[in-house]
């Protein structure tokens, strides 16, 4: 309680000569706690005046400062997000590429791609549905060491498929695409053919080229951006490079099963390779 404040209301009372009842005594105390609470408040808002607003003055001045010395430069705008769209459509990019038998639910081809925008050039690495390697499922567990096209059998979606080859060539894969087989044997000109045909020197493999890649992937199902495969389509200066294994592997038989084992070698070279072509090392 403010000394001042009280003796000032009981100094009134007295030259008054009033009788200072119970009542009169609280009516004077409340009166007393107001005249404090206005004296409180006053207080406070001069503490502020002299600190804080001094204060934010001198933050609001140094906010003026940065506008007029800097160039506007908006956090996003419409040319922004058109050039980060376009850049993200013309990024390096890897890609599986599958073909789909509906009757078998296995893929009997299948193909790693991989672009680089820097030199326009696509390396395919065609994958023998024979090759030994060791199958994982679609959470990056390994499930067991068979033959590659088992990995595409796993489950209805390519996940294991993409997952093992990512084991097999050490890069993360970014896109897939599942073309029908009858697709494909159309666009390799290949009017019969069983399943044992498709071999690593077949003619699904040895007729790859810029269009048959293009053709693949406007027919398939691909989780490829649109923009990207304009892209593709655009680029007239693009170079296809087939990265084949077929003089590097050899035919083995394991509890009477056929399998391919691919040159370890040949395999550590292309995974630098194509980590070279992504600029991911």
């Known amino acids: 309680m403010d000394e001042r404040n009280t003796r000032k209301y009981f100094s009134y009372l007295e030259e008054e000569q009033l009788t200072f009842t119970k009542k009169d005594r609280e009516i004077t105390l409340v009166k007393i706690r107001e005249q404090n609470k206005v004296s409180t408040r006053s207080s406070i808002l001069q503490r502020l005046k002299r600190h804080f607003f001094p204060l934010l003055s001198t933050v609001a001045v140094l906010m003026i400062a940065i506008t007029l010395l800097l160039p506007y430069s908006p956090f996003w705008s419409s040319t922004d997000l058109a050039h980060n769209s376009s850049n993200q459509a013309n990024q390096n990019f890897s890609l599986l590429l599958m073909s789909d038998d509906s009757n078998r639910h296995i893929s009997d081809i299948s193909m790693l791609i991989t672009y680089s925008m820097d030199d326009n050039s696509m390396n395919i690495v065609p994958i023998p549905r024979d090759l030994k390697v060791d199958i994982y499922n679609a959470n990056g567990e390994r499930e067991m060491e068979s033959k590659y096209m088992i990995s595409t059998s796993l489950t209805p979606t390519p996940e ?64 490829l951006p649109i923009e990207q495969l304009e892209e593709l389509e655009n680029d007239q200066q693009l170079t296809v490079n087939v990265v084949s294994m077929e003089n590097h592997i050899k035919s083995t038989v394991v509890d009477g099963v056929y399998y391919d084992e691919v040159d370890k070698n040949w395999l550590v070279n292309t995974r630098e390779q194509l980590k070279q072509h992504l600029n991911k090392e």
Request: aromatic content about 10%.
């Open 160 to 223: 294991a498929a993409v997952v093992t080859s990512e084991q097999l060539f050490e890069i993360s894969i970014d896109y897939y695409a599942m073309v029908s087989l009858e697709k494909m044997l159309e666009v390799a000109d290949i009017r019969e053919a069983t399943p044992e045909s498709f071999t690593i020197d077949s003619n699904v493999y040895q007729q790859i080229d810029r269009d048959s890649i293009l053709s693949y992937l406007r027919n398939g199902e691909t989780d």
